[in-house]
């Protein structure tokens, strides 16, 4: 059963910053590409980030140099460092794994960007 749990998520000043978690089970981690998606009140989902099985990475225009992803594939785990967040990053937060035309999603975890 393949399950992707995310954590980390909370409320957070403005300028401040949060280390999100993923942690996967049942896939052969290191072949995946890992990637995190948001989805913000009345908002579409998109795109963060992404990393790559070879640790390629892109991201949304609007999160660079204020975002990292990484991943620890001895922990099967993929992270999203922020920092210097704003009010517009607040959204659920998801994880997804990719391989070839196979995905999976993780549960979700809120982040909250208010003084």
């Known amino acids: 059963q393949v399950q992707l749990v995310e954590s980390g998520g909370g409320l957070v000043q403005p300028g401040g910053s949060l280390r999100l978690s993923c942690a996967a089970s049942?896939?052969?981690?290191?072949?995946?590409?890992m990637g995190w998606y948001r989805q913000g009140p009345g908002k579409e989902r998109e795109l963060v980030a992404t990393?790559?099985?070879?640790?390629?990475?892109i991201y949304t225009d609007s999160v660079k140099g204020r975002f990292t992803i990484s991943r620890d594939n001895a922990k099967n785990t993929v992270y999203l460092q922020m920092n210097s967040l704003k009010p517009e990053d607040t959204a659920v937060y998801y994880c997804?794994?990719?391989?070839?035309?196979?995905?999976?999603w993780g549960q979700g975890t809120q982040v909250t960007v208010s003084s």
């Open positions: 997804r794994a990719q391989w070839i035309r196979t995905f999976y």
């Open positions: 049942g896939i052969i981690f290191g072949v995946f590409d």
């Open positions: 990393i790559t099985s070879g640790d390629n990475t």
